[in-house]
C-alpha cells in the first residue's frame, strides 16, 4: 500500500474522533463580523512556515521565475514560506507548447529554488481547462486525446517524480453557478465523465506516494451546487477505491465572495471522507483590520481541521498579484507585512513584529500611506495576558531616513537621531491594544524600520 494510501485509510477511521476536536474548537471560538477571529497561544516562532510548521502544516506561496531575481522578493519567500507552487510554468501550455516537445527549463527553476531552500513544492496544475495550447483544444478523438493525456501526466510527473509532496492532478472542472455541472471542456466533450478518474489513475500509476488532489474555486460555502457537486464526486472515487488523496479549496474571497462562517464545516465534511484538504490559493481582496480578521479566520478554520495539511497564498507581495488593486496578499506592495500578515502568524501560534516583547507585550508594524518623499508607519502595542501601566518600545529608522512626527505617545531620541523611543503611561487591560504612528522622510531610502522588543510595567 502506498504512502498516501495508507494515510487515507488512517484518515477514514479517524472521523468519529476529528469531530469532536471540531466541536471543541467551535466552543471557543469568537466570531467578529460572522467571521472566526484570530486565536492562538504564544511561541518563539516568528515566521509563517516556522509557525505553520509546529502546528503540524505547511505555509506556501505562489512563485513566479522572472521574480527570483530581485532581492526583497527572494528574501521575503525565504525567510517567510516552506512550501512553493509555480505561479504559472507547470502549466500545459508552459511544459508542453507543441506535441510531445517539453520544455522544463523555466520550471526546474522552481524546483531548484525550493530543494536548495528546503521547501516542499506543490505541482499546479496537470490537466485544465485553462493556458492549455491550442493543438489541445483541437483534438476530438477520444483515443487520442486520452494518449495525449496520459504522455503528459507520465512525462511531467517522471521528470519531477519524488521531488513534489502534492500534485493538483485535475483543476476547475466544475461549472459556477447553480446547475453542479461538469464544465464543457475538451476534456469533458471527448472523454465524457471518466476523464477526472482517468487523470487519477494515471498519476497514481506514475507515482504511488504523491499526494493527488482534484483543485477548484468557489466551493467553500457548504450548501451551493459546486460545492455539493465536487463532494458528491470525491465521496463517489472514495467508495470505488479511485486514487484520490486530497481536495484543493483555492479560497479567492472578496465581497461577492466573502469567507463563509461555516469555513470549517466545509473542510470538515470533505476531510470525513478521507482525504486531506489544503487550502491551495489563498488571497483575501481588501486591507487592515477587516482583511485581517477574515485572514485569521481562514487559517483557524484550517487549524481546526486535523487534515487540513497546509495553507498556500497566491503570491508574496500585493504588487505582483493577479489581482494587485485588490490588495489581497499578506505582504503590501514594498514588502511591508500587514495586519492581515499579524493575524495569521498570531493565529499559528507565532508572535511577530520585529522586536516582539517580553511576554507583557507585544509590538508589530505596518507602513499606511506613502508619497513621494515620506511615509507613515504605524505600530500596534498589545498587551500579553495580564493588565499592564506602561509600556515603551523603539523604532530605528535607516540614514539618511528621518522621523519629521508622531502622535499618540511620548517620544524621545538617541544622539544620532536615529533611534526613537516612544512610551505612554496610559495602561492597557490585558489582551488590549492601542497604536501609535510617524512619519518617516525617506530621503530615497524606503527601507521599513526596526523595532525594539516591547517593554512594560
Known amino acids: 500500500m502506498s504512502t498516501a494510501h495508507q494515510r487515507r485509510s488512517g484518515l477514514r477511521r479517524a472521523g468519529t474522533r476529528i469531530r469532536k476536536v471540531v466541536a471543541a474548537v467551535a466552543v471557543g471560538a469568537v466570531t467578529a463580523g460572522g467571521l472566526v477571529a484570530a486565536a492562538g497561544t504564544a511561541s518563539a516562532q516568528t515566521t509563517l512556515g ?7 502544516r505547511y505555509f506556501g506561496t505562489a512563485v513566479a521565475v522572472d521574480r527570483l531575481g530581485e532581492p526583497d522578493y527572494t528574501a521575503t519567500l525565504n525567510r517567510e514560506f516552506n512550501s512553493i507552487t509555480a505561479e504559472n510554468s507547470w502549466k500545459w501550455e508552459s511544459l508542453q507548447p507543441s506535441p510531445g ?10 524546483a531548484e529554488h525550493a530543494r536548495q531552500q528546503g521547501m516542499e513544492l506543490r505541482g499546479h496544475t496537470l490537466v485544465w481547462h485553462s493556458q ?14 486520452r494518449a495525449v493525456m496520459r504522455n503528459h501526466i507520465t512525462t511531467v510527473m517522471e521528470h519531477y517524480k519524488g ?5 493538483d ?5 466544475f461549472e459556477d453557478g447553480s ?17 477526472i478518474e482517468e487523470a487519477f489513475y494515471i498519476a497514481h500509476e506514475v507515482d504511488p506516494d504523491a499526494t493527488l488532489c482534484y483543485n477548484d474555486y468557489n466551493t467553500d460555502a457548504w450548501n451551493t451546487a459546486k460545492t455539493q457537486a465536487v463532494y458528491n464526486m470525491v465521496a463517489d472515487f472514495v467508495s470505488r477505491g479511485v486514487p484520490i488523496d486530497c481536495v484543493g479549496f483555492q479560497a479567492h474571497f472578496n465581497s461577492g465572495n466573502p469567507v463563509p462562517e461555516n469555513y470549517h464545516i466545509t473542510l470538515q465534511n470533505f476531510a470525513d471522507l478521507g482525504v486531506e484538504v489544503q487550502l491551495t490559493e489563498l488571497d483575501i481582496a481588501g486591507s487592515g483590520a477587516s482583511q485581517a480578521e477574515q485572514y485569521a479566520g481562514v487559517t483557524l478554520a484550517c487549524l481546526a481541521v486535523p487534515q487540513c495539511t497546509g495553507i498556500t497564498v497566491w503570491g508574496v507581495t500585493d504588487k505582483y498579484s493577479w489581482r494587485a488593486e485588490d490588495t489581497p496578499l499578506l505582504f503590501d506592495g514594498n514588502y511591508n507585512p500587514k495586519q492581515a500578515y499579524y493575524a495569521v502568524l498570531e493565529t499559528l501560534g507565532g508572535s511577530g513584529g520585529g522586536g516582539g516583547g517580553d511576554g507583557a507585550c507585544t509590538v508589530t508594524y505596518e507602513e499606511t500611506e506613502r508619497w513621494g518623499d515620506r511615509f507613515n508607519g504605524r505600530v500596534t502595542v498589545r498587551a500579553g495576558d495580564e493588565a499592564i501601566s506602561s509600556w515603551s518600545t523603539t523604532v530605528t529608522v535607516h540614514p539618511p531616513q528621518r522621523i519629521s512626527a508622531t502622535w499618540n505617545g511620548e517620544a524621545s531620541w538617541d544622539t544620532s537621531g536615529n533611534v526613537m523611543t516612544m512610551r505612554s503611561n496610559s495602561g492597557l487591560p490585558a489582551g488590549g491594544q492601542t497604536s501609535f ?8 531610502n524606503w527601507t521599513a524600520p526596526i523595532l525594539g522588543s516591547c517593554v512594560a510595567s
Open 50 to 56: 516556522d509557525a505553520a510548521a509546529a502546528q503540524g
Open 101 to 110: 516537445y517539453f520544455d522544463f527549463s523555466t520550471a526546474d527553476r522552481i
Open 132 to 145: 492549455l495550447p491550442s493543438w489541445v483544444e483541437n483534438i476530438g478523438s477520444a483515443d487520442e486525446l
Open 163 to 167: 521531488q513534489v509532496r502534492s500534485w
Open 169 to 173: 492532478v485535475v483543476n476547475e472542472a
Open 179 to 195: 446547475s453542479g455541472a461538469r464544465r464543457n471542456s475538451v476534456f469533458q466533450r471527448v472523454l465524457g465523465d471518466s476523464w
Open 437 to 444: 504612528g510617524f512619519t518617516v522622510m525617506a530621503n530615497g
